[in-house]
């Protein structure tokens, strides 16, 4: 297999179904589909690609679907083929001929946080400390 990914990048195939919450430092190129959290620096979805859940990056270039909730803190592009649907927040904002957006949509203003934090994941409990093993009773001698 050759290395043409370079690192803290992922590539979601075509007819590869995820589910959960991604965390990409990266770039994250969604050509199958998503149900979940997705973030990354930059989320690119193709033709064939959905997202359903909540879909955070700085950029986001959409060709296929989104839902949910879609923040892109800086650039949104929609492609001609692209949807998105449900609560939308941008910065810039591009809309290619027959690309749609629909629902809930904010522009954050410059300078302003988009005020969607991804909440870090709850740490995993501790596990309980091994029981010590019973003594046997003392005798008195």
Known sequence: ??????SGTLLVGEGVFMKGTIKVPGIATIDGKIEGVVTADTIYVTANGAI????AANHIRVGGELTDTT???RTLVVESMGKILGSITYADLE???????????HKVKDGQSSG???QEPE?????A????????PSEDI
Do not use: C, W
Not at 1 to 6: A, D, F, G, Q, R
Not at 129 to 136: D, L, N, R
């Open 95 to 105: 809309i290619k001929k027959g690309g749609t957006l629909e629902g809930d949509i």
């Open 129 to 136: 400390p091994e029981p010590e093993p019973p003594q046997p």
């Open 1 to 6: 297999m050759s290395e043409t990914n370079s």
């Open 123 to 127: 740490p995993a409990p501790e596990p």
């Open 116 to 118: 969607f934090r991804m």
């Open 52 to 55: 359903n859940g909540k879909t």
């Open 71 to 73: 923040v892109a803190n």
